[in-house]
């Protein structure tokens, strides 16, 4: 079992939620303090490396528009932790190379950054949220397609080393491809594709590459790991899935007592209770299939995101399987049941700070899961385990 | 029935063909044709009305090359072929009037009189204010009020609709939007061509239509050689589901000259 530091970089010092409609897309930058923004980027990069020193690894995302996550530029933040760290993997989750126009500067981009970090990437591709599409001026129709045009190309730029290629494909064209740098890593850095569909994760699961779903709960995630291992199996890749190719994002907060421990995951709430968010920006025509929007108007609720109304509450989420919180049994009792649920996972993608969620409280909770809860988690779960079994007893049995 | 199926390329076309007399080709807007709609019959009383559900929308099938106005007005040029339509009046409506202006500047001579409801497709005002407001970017009920003069009467209600219906209605919102996202509602080039669309154009707007202003129109009517335009009262961006009755009239008036 490998854990990550995952900071969105928010900026949370807003005006009242019910004074603008959208907290993304829309929301004005000039709320926006560049100063006390800089601090924050300080602030956060100092937590990275900190949890570094614990031993967890280094994970960030990009958003565009908005103050959940003010890092429209992700390589340029995971370039200066390249030389800011010193031996975490770096993992970007991730490019959302659906809405850039030029996979083979993200390519050039993740070969610096391999370079730059002496071979620790983390390549991590994503389809992008819906209230992407309007940053970028992207059309929501087709994504998919484009995605994956785009990531099969750009692992061609990071594997062919004999001058220039060309490339006329549906979505991208270009003559003369022939990047540098190219990656440390051989053949490339690993990849890794986050969905919350279990068609995406079969797909995923074809290609091999490190299937991570985020916030999907007991059964969804269960689900999306079936499908990811049916993906596998039918491409050929044999009949083990190794428990390093899957791995799920959840709220996590740990204290050193329960009341320590509540207080702090009452915080990292603000990840679902401050992504305030128009349907005419959650839900861009062509995003989801037409029969789920017919299921949406019909009433059917949270088809298009697992965040679900319960998770409002610490207890709430908890109960989801969105979140781990609590003393360091509690937490590791919490994992226990839904990784024995959803059949295992070889990464947990820890999101440990959000909103007014202080500095020391977060070292706090780094350091507590760090050194109470890991050991106990790389113990029961070693990297040898293989995926889809009840218990790891059976997947070691395998 | 008078629906069809009619194979264009590789796609599979949705037809709609009802009345006698000299054909006329309807090009529905964003939101799609329905045979119901009450202007259909006031058409089809004295014309052949032929009308085609563009690819995407209604059952028309939707190949994965197609994403452009202009590959609908090429597919048209095609069905002008495959009807042995010559001298064919052309009326379209929105996204539909956007087609039929494609086409008019390809094949003006083929086109007898055209006549462009609520139309969209070029770029005449500041690169910093969009001429279509982004209906894509605002809540349904601000678009609804783009849309109609009374958007409490004219709304569509989902609770109403059935689940064919309502697929239908999603399903044209994406190809929507697949078409008109970028460039936003508009080809860049169109603008340069449309003076070989010479043959007379009737541009008719509803006089509360929050999407093609007075203006917009205005500038279109004044890229067109031969155009002239007609303002519908009580209606908003379609006259033609609005105000059925004075758009027929309008629409068959003028074709009739």
Known sequence: ?398 | MPETKLRLADVELEMFEDGRGRPLLFLHGGSGFAGEQPFVPLLSKSRRLIAPSHPGFGSSSLPDWLDSVDDIAHLYLELLDKLALKDIDLVGCSIGSWIAAEMATKVPERIRRLVMVGPVGIKVGPADKLDIPDIFAMPQAEVQKLIFHDPVRMAPDPAKMSDEQLAAMFRARETLALLVWEPWMHNPKLKHRLHRAAMPTLLIRGESDGLASADYVNAYARLLPDARIRTIPAAGHVPHLEQPEAFASAALAFLGE
């Not at chain 1, 930058?29 to 990069?45: C, E, H, M, Q, T």
Request: aromatic residues 10%; charged residues 20%.
């Open chain 1, 1 to 398: 079992m490998r854990a990550w530091h995952f900071n969105e970089t928010a900026y949370p010092f807003l005006p009242p939620a019910e004074t603008y409609p959208s907290i993304r897309v829309s929301l004005p930058n000039r709320i926006y303090d560049p100063l006390k923004g800089a601090a924050l980027y300080d602030r956060f990069i100092d937590e990275w490396l900190i949890a570094e020193d614990e031993g967890v690894e280094i994970m960030l995302n990009e958003h565009h528009q908005t103050a959940t996550c003010v890092d429209p530029a992700a390589p340029l933040m995971l370039a200066a932790l390249a030389r800011l760290s010193k031996k975490a993997r770096l993992l970007i989750l991730g490019n959302p190379i659906a809405n850039r126009r030029q996979p083979v500067r993200v390519a050039e981009e993740m070969a610096m950054v391999d370079v730059l970090s002496h071979g620790r990437l983390e390549a991590g591709f994503v389809r992008g949220v819906p209230y992407e599409v309007l940053p970028a001026n992207s059309n929501p129709v087709r994504m998919n397609e484009r995605h994956w045009e785009a990531l099969d190309l750009i692992v061609k730029c990071w594997t062919n080393h004999d001058g220039p290629f060309s490339h006329e494909g549906r979505f991208f064209h270009h003559r003369a491809i022939n990047i540098w740098p190219r990656p440390i890593q051989q053949p490339h850095p690993p990849i890794w594709v986050s969905t919350t569909s279990t068609g995406g994760a079969a797909r995923v699961g074809a290609h091999g590459y490190i299937q991570a779903t985020f916030l999907t709960g007991f059964d969804l995630t269960k689900r999306i790991f079936e499908a990811y291992r049916r993906g596998w199996r039918e491409a050929g890749r044999g009949r083990d899935v190794p428990l390093n190719r899957l791995a799920y994002a959840a709220l996590v907060y740990v204290g050193d007592n329960a009341a320590r421990a509540k207080a702090g995951a009452e915080k990292l709430l603000w990840y679902i209770t401050a992504n305030k968010v128009p349907p005419h920006f959650s839900n861009p025509p062509g995003y989801v299939p037409v029969a789920m929007n017919v299921a949406l108007a019909r009433g059917v609720l949270n088809v298009v995101s697992p965040h679900g109304t319960r998770q409002g509450t610490v207890e709430g989420a908890i109960e989801a399987g969105t979140m781990f919180a609590g003393t360091p049994d509690q937490v590791f009792q919490q994992l226990k049941k839904h990784w024995d649920h959803v059949g295992g996972y070889g990464h947990l993608l820890i999101m440990g700070q959000a909103g007014f969620l202080e500095h020391d409280d977060t070292v706090h909770g780094i350091r507590m899961f760090a050194r109470e809860v890991y050991p106990r988690l790389k113990q029961l779960y070693p990297d040898t385990l293989i995926s889809g079994h009840a218990t790891p007893a059976d997947a070691a049995a395998s």
